[in-house]
């Protein structure tokens, strides 16, 4: 059973930084689709990023392509969020997700292990 936990949520200025982590455990990290996903209140889950932790491109969503990275420690099981430029529309809980396999562009129903999320709010 995979287990997933966000950290590093939290209210920035706009403009401002935050790096989320997403840490694994259980399961097997190896050759699996890690993915950020994130929800406004009123709004469907968006999948913004994704990484293979085989290796491979990076998909971004267009809304944060270029402001945001993904990237991966292997030898900690975790997956980063690097968000910059944040803007007051970025505000939305984000969750980390599993899935064995990575799609463009990645839907939630396809993700089968997912963290609790994590709150970003930022302020204009």
């Known amino acids: 059973q995979v287990q997933l936990q966000e950290s590093g949520g939290g209210s920035v200025q706009a403009g401002g930084s935050l790096r989320l982590s997403c840490a694994a455990s259980g399961g097997t990290y190896r050759s699996k689709c890690m993915g950020w996903f994130r929800q406004a209140p009123g709004k469907e889950r968006e999948g913004i990023a994704t990484i293979y932790t085989g290796g491979g491109t990076p998909y971004y969503a267009d809304s944060v392509k270029g402001r945001f990275t993904i990237s991966q420690d292997n030898a900690k099981n975790t997956v980063y969020l690097q968000m910059n430029s944040l803007k007051p529309e970025d505000t939305a809980m984000y969750y980390c997700?599993?899935?064995?396999?990575?799609?463009?562009?990645?839907?939630?129903?396809?993700?089968?292990?997912w963290g609790q999320g994590t709150q970003v709010t930022v302020s204009s």
């Open positions: 997700a599993s899935n064995p396999i990575c799609s463009s562009p990645p839907l939630p129903r396809f993700f089968g292990y």
